[in-house]
């Protein structure tokens, strides 16, 4: 590969694969970087890959709903691969406003997906109207990886675990519009023979990630002596993964998945969402401590936790198999949850401005003045 699209890559799992990617995989190519930078994409997560590797690293301001931008894309950087993370992906914001996730989840990636194939068969923008000419994939030393989440299975009992063969059930408008185009990125490979792979994570956690998820939510809540909000009854159980982890993966399916498969990633470990929580104040006990935070005003970070009515439709518990990952492509998790999570809050407080300009909205006023317009 020479040269790759990343869809989403300002955000916080496409910002951690573009950073994996140019510092960490030997790849000596170019990475062209499309993000809407919607409220959650911001381009300051790669601020210093931009100026480390200026001839290796392009970003550009766009829709991936935009028939004409990607066409555009495709004939300039003739790209040998497509790494789409581009998602609205926050469960509670699906639940009230639906439309977003129809919009990118599924229209976004049908024009990825009509773009590549027919950049792919040598149709030039003939389909770039969303119109295809029915003709079937030409190149086959390319690859156009989706990327996906463990959601889509709805939600387990006490036992089992996800395996790439079990049906859909979605349970959220989010879930729904994944499943959605999941099914739209292999109907492609069987209908045109268009060289897809399908990778369908867990929850994921780590550095850059957006305060509206759990996690980071709840370190900046308490660091702030904020209540930590829980839903329910706190037993809702997740399969973490530590965000560099998930991109490992991401790279190692893009370079030697089987073209036309499903691969699951997860991290190993089900754990309770109020567990999870305690582990974040445990790790907080540790990096700042109680009593040297005066935000606290002589509560522990425990005290904080506060339950909350749960949201509708909350799944119970998801967990992950990825043997298939791990027999295949011999990828398995490095990262324990502990140390995955005393990375993360350390991280958190040895990056206070990025926090304060998240927190505080003065990261969209920079984006709008320094990104009007799409940098094509």
Known sequence: MKTILVTGGAGFIGSNF?????????FKGLIVNLDKLTYAGNPENLADI???????YVFVKGDICDF???GRLFKKHKFDAVAHFAAESHVD????GPRDFVETNIHGTFALLESARSAWAGHGTGASAGQGTGASAGRRDVRFHHVS????????????????????DPRSPYSASKA??????????HTYGLPVTISNCSNNYGP??????LIPLVILNAMEGKPLPVYGDGRNVRDWLYVEDHCAAVWRILLKGRPGETYNVGGDC??????????VCAALEELLPSPENPALKGKNYEDLITFVKDRPGHDRRYAIDFSKLKRELGWRPSADFTGGILRTVRWYLDNPGWVKNVKTGAYRKWLDKNYRRSRA
């Open 68 to 70: 004409a931008l990607l």
């Open 149 to 168: 989440t463990d959601e889509v299975y709805g939600s387990l009992g006490a036992t089992g675990k996800f395996k790439e063969t079990t049906p859909y």
């Open 93 to 96: 914001r699906s639940i009230f």
């Open 50 to 56: 931009g100026r480390k590797y200026k001839d290796r």
């Open 270 to 279: 089900e754990m309770k969402n109020i567990d999870v929580v305690k582990n």
């Open 208 to 213: 850059w990630h957006f305060p509206e998820k």
């Open 18 to 26: 573009v950073r994996y990617v140019l510092e960490r995989s030997g």
């Open 180 to 189: 959605a185009s999941d099914h739209l990125v292999r109907a492609y490979h």
